[in-house]
């Protein structure tokens, strides 16, 4: 794939074409100087302008540095292309303030009201020790080497500033954020994005997605809020269930994804049609029907997230599911009554459990080679 576009007005890997892997990981700050922390946004912005254009992470490369130095690139991608790698960079509430409500470097009057913490939802089993963190890291490319290798190289340039909270690795995307993709498919085996937010979605991404002047705070024009989940699915448990009662839950078919009553995937749900049995053909617990903006006062979604496997669970069972992924301008407004929604009526909750949650400013754009992430912050 060609090298994705590093600078611009938004940070890459939002819309731009969703590639097959992730590497999703957060960081706590573990410095109090606040110049260290500005330091490694620099050398990190300037690192991934080398490794998205398909370059070693420093200008001396794997090979080239002093044979006594350890390398300016850990090498595992030398031999590979750019694969599309993007690198999405956001910030937690917990870089503002503390557990203690005390500034940690100067920024809590900079700090989103966006960020407010999430609630806690019904059913929800959120570990902490997966959840939360100072900064995110969101690296996505069609190699899962490519992904490894640029969040292996930030760490280590990160090293004395930043250490890893959490991370996981996702296969397979499990969205569309392009018209010119196609559908792919989720461990439930159904097709999944088809009614995402998309590049082509024009003034809906300015209403929906980025923030805007007047939103507040102005360093974060043009950049968007991201909601993570790592949603665990009991695939067993599923894997039992009838395919009529598979579709009844999620409002689709498992075949072309057509919403139940239709025949073709992009065809509108028709949330009135009616079966032979007087009950709606999108039931009123079914997932699309929850989830879709007409009954969530307008409020969309643009989901980017990855199915995982983290091997089994010691029970025989796979460790499998969903690293749930969506950006939106405003959290509070956007995934919060969605899932609260999801969470109460969704027939879906029989077969999956939220174990992690995260939530981060994600900045707008790196605009220029003297530009860095987090400038309008710092
Ligand atoms: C739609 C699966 C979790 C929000 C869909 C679709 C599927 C699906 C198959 C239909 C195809 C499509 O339009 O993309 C799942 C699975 C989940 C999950 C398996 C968990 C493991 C969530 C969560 C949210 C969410 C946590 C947000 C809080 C949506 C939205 C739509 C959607 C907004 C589009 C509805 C529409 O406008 O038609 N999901 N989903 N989903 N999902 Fe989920």
Redesign the pocket.
Known sequence: ADPVTFYGRHQAGIVTPMQDHLHFVAFDVITSKRSALVEMLQNWTAATARMTAGKDAGALGALGGPAYAPPEDTGEALDLPAAGLTVTVGFGASLFRDALGRDRFGLAARSPAALAELPKFPGDTIEPAISGGDLCVQACANDPQVAVHAVRNLARLGMGVVSVRWSQLGFGRT?VTSRSQATPR?L?G???????LKAEDGAVLDEQLWVRPGDGPDWMVGGSYLVS?K?R?LIETWDRTSLAEQEAI?G?SKGV?APLGRSDEHDE?DFEVKGDDGEPMILETA??RL???THNGGA??L?RGYNFVDGSDGLGRLNA??F?I?YQRDPHRQ?VP??QQ?ARQDT?NEY?RHVSSGLFAVPPGVTAADDHWGRSLF
Not at 190 to 196: E, I, L, R, S, Y
């Open positions: 969205s989720n439930f159904f097709k999944d994005g088809t009614n995402n989940r949603i699915m999620v689709r994804g749900p997932h699309v989830a879709h903006h969309r979604l989901r599911g969903l749930f969506s995934f969605i899932q999801l879906m999956i």
